[in-house]
């Protein structure tokens, strides 16, 4: 699993998706935001450490 820290674009709140594949070649991603109850583009801030 590989953690990655996303910037919801319309609500603008930061959260870390936990997801078994590669990412980082995506500058945006298309998923749910618990805050906007709803899905919207994220920014791809970065790669959190695997711990
Ligand atoms: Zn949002």
Same mark, same amino acid.
């Given at each position: 699993?590989?953690? &990655?820290r996303l /910037?919801c674009?319309?609500?603008? *709140?930061e &959260?870390?998706? /936990?997801v078994?594949?590669?990412? *980082?070649?995506m ?6 935001c618990r805050?906007?109850k ?6 791809i801030?970065g790669r959190l450490?695997?711990?």
């Open positions: 699993m590989t953690a &990655w /910037k674009k319309e609500c603008g *709140s &959260w870390i998706l /936990k078994s594949y590669d990412i *980082s070649d500058k945006t991603i298309y998923h749910y805050k906007c709803k899905n919207t583009f994220h920014e801030l450490d695997d711990q």
